[in-house]
């Protein structure tokens, strides 16, 4: 069964970092592009950062560029986006999501071209 499950949200005032994780079980994380999505409330789902299969390949959406960065460890199977410079606006539910029919070194950050997708974790920016 394939499954992600993410971790590492939480409450942080502005500034502040955090580190989100992404676990799969049941394949190989290496072999999918791996997307990160977030979603406030009363807001469509954005792309934040993709991480494209096997050559590592990165992107990132204009406004987390310089402070997000998204790296994959394939051996724990995870991937992560580190969080730095936490902006109120930054607050929302955060979602990995796997896409197996990317190609080697293409990225997207468009949610219904993924397949598989975490439960979410919540991440707030406040003071």
């Known amino acids: 069964q394939l499954q992600l499950v993410e971790s590492g949200g939480g409450l942080v005032q502005p500034g502040g970092t955090l580190r989100l994780s992404c676990a799969a079980s049941g394949f190989t994380l290496d072999y999918y592009a791996i997307g990160w999505f977030r979603q406030a409330p009363g807001k469509e789902r954005e792309g934040v950062s993709c991480?494209?299969?096997?050559?590592?390949?990165?992107y990132y959406v204009d406004s987390v560029k310089g402070r997000f960065t998204i790296s994959r460890d394939n051996a724990k199977n995870t991937v992560y986006l580190q969080m730095n410079s936490l902006k109120p606006e930054d607050t929302a539910v955060y979602y990995c999501a796997a896409n197996w029919r990317l190609r080697v070194g293409e990225t997207s950050l468009l949610p219904y071209e993924y397949d598989y997708w975490g439960q979410g974790t919540q991440v707030t920016v406040s003071s």
């Open positions: 991480i494209s299969s096997r050559d590592g390949s990165t």
